[in-house]
């Protein structure tokens, strides 16, 4: 079973070369537009029952987004913050922070039109085969209501924390076998 599981990862990282999908370190502030337009594609929805206006919205986004990558900056030195690209055009945002007792993925964020492509997926099992070969656990802060929860369960992540907003999850390589896809 370990060996199907590692040559399912080969076979993603593969296709995930084969179809064009590559890693970039993030150039600040030249990718800040497309962070920020990314950024607002995820949250506008959310901002739907507020009754504000455009403008409200934008201005609350802005300051959040401001507010995000100041703390990701600050609390995680030394991360990896990664543009995901297909074939040079920037689709999402990869973040992970290796620490000295686990590999933190602080942020994973696929545009909505590069969703459900197996791309979430495939930098997970990345990260999680990395996390393996470290002996490290492999975590992250989900929002409770984020549809992508599934996939991290399937992966086979475990709640460790319960907080108000998000829950802290964890994948450790001594105790889980992430399933096959």
């Known amino acids: 079973m370990l060996r199907r599981y590692f040559n399912l990862i080969s076979y993603y990282g593969a296709m995930m070369h084969l179809h064009g ?8 502030p030249d990718d800040m537009p497309f962070l920020f337009a990314l ?7 959310e901002l739907a029952q507020t009754g504000w206006p455009d403008e409200q919205k934008i201005e609350f986004l802005t300051q959040q987004f401001t507010f995000q990558h100041h703390a990701y900056t600050t609390n995680y030195p030394g991360a990896q913050l990664d543009i995901v690209e297909m074939e ?16 933190r993925v602080m942020d994973i964020a696929i545009a909505p039109t590069w969703r459900n ?26 929002e409770k209501m984020n549809p992508a929860m599934r996939l991290y369960l399937r992966l086979g992540f475990v709640k460790i924390k319960d907080a108000e907003v998000y829950d802290l999850l964890g994948w450790t390589p001594q105790t889980t076998k992430a399933p096959a896809a």
Do not use: C, N
């Open 21 to 28: 999908i590559t890693l970039r370190p993030m150039r600040d």
């Open 88 to 103: 040079g055009a920037s689709i999402g945002r990869w973040y992970v922070h290796r620490g000295r007792d686990d590999i």
């Open 117 to 142: 492509h197996g791309i979430g997926q495939w930098l997970l099992r990345e990260v999680m085969d990395e996390g393996t070969a470290a002996g490290k656990p492999v975590t992250i802060h989900v």
């Open 39 to 45: 950024f607002h594609d995820i949250r506008i929805g």
